[in-house]
């Protein structure tokens, strides 16, 4: 079957860096995408990596392995708004995505 | 990037009660608009595939008597819950991929759903 496994909860200090997992199992694989999604709202996109590196962003960067099945989102000097879940998703072969339950981020001062 | 409108953000009705969602797309084009449940602290989960001009593609387990997807234009796709119960309430969001968006297949979220039905 198809599965996405990631952390369910990290707590990370404002200004460090924290770096998120994600293991995933698809029949197929077209692409694995990052979104933070805060309390209450709507996922936002981040990131989407399809070969394999790292991609960088300003303070996100997304690293993908796809002979390991293996991804991580990186974030830098830590914000308090930077607090959200963060949802990995890998798209199949049917152009399907396969959400993650997501990774809860608390940041504390 | 692009920009999609959910309407409304909050609703709370009556038990037995149908309720209606909207899902724009506001400057772009959606053939194809997605549906997605979730409940607190799990993950999203694809109720169904809304596209333009024809049925929509519904997923295993999710009645489609119950839930009625329309996707009359290219721009709306809506959502209605049909004789809802209490166990119909969660976070209701949509979904669409820009076309112009690139081979990335980023999809622009609307700001969600709310339904309480008591």
């Known amino acids: 079957g198809q599965n996405i496994d990631q952390p369910t909860e990290m707590t990370a200090t404002e200004g460090a860096i924290v770096q998120i997992n994600c293991t995933y199992q698809?029949?197929?694989?077209?692409?694995l995408f990052w979104y933070q999604q805060h309390a209450g709202e709507a996922p936002t996109f981040l990131s989407y990596?399809?070969l394999d590196g790292l991609e960088e962003k300003g303070r996100f960067s997304s690293f993908l392995s796809r002979s390991k099945g293996y991804s991580y989102l990186l974030l830098k000097e830590l914000q308090m708004k930077d607090s959200a879940s963060y949802l990995c998703?890998?798209?199949?072969?049917?152009?399907?995505?396969?959400w993650g339950a997501g990774t809860k981020l608390i940041i504390k001062p | 990037g692009a920009v999609v409108s959910q309407h409304p953000s909050w609703v709370i009705c009556k038990s037995g009660t149908s309720v209606k969602i909207e899902c724009r797309s506001l400057?772009?084009?959606?053939?194809?608009m997605f549906w997605y449940r979730q409940f607190p602290k799990q993950s999203l989960m694809l109720m169904a595939t809304?596209?333009?001009?024809?049925?929509?593609?519904?997923e295993q387990g999710v009645e489609k008597d119950k839930f009625l997807i329309n996707h009359a234009s290219l721009t709306l796709s809506t959502l209605t819950v049909t004789s809802a119960h209490p166990e119909d309430s969660s976070f209701y969001i949509c979904?669409?991929?820009?076309?112009?968006?690139?081979?990335?297949?980023?999809?622009?979220f609307g700001e969600g759903s709310r339904l309480t039905v008591l």
């Open positions: 979904s669409a991929r820009d076309p112009a968006a690139g081979d990335t297949g980023e999809l622009f």
């Open positions: 400057d772009f084009q959606a053939t194809t």
């Open positions: 809304s596209n333009e001009g024809s049925k929509a593609t519904y």
């Open positions: 698809t029949s197929g694989f077209n692409g």
């Open positions: 990596n399809v």
């Open positions: 998703a890998a798209r199949d072969s049917n152009y399907q995505l396969i």
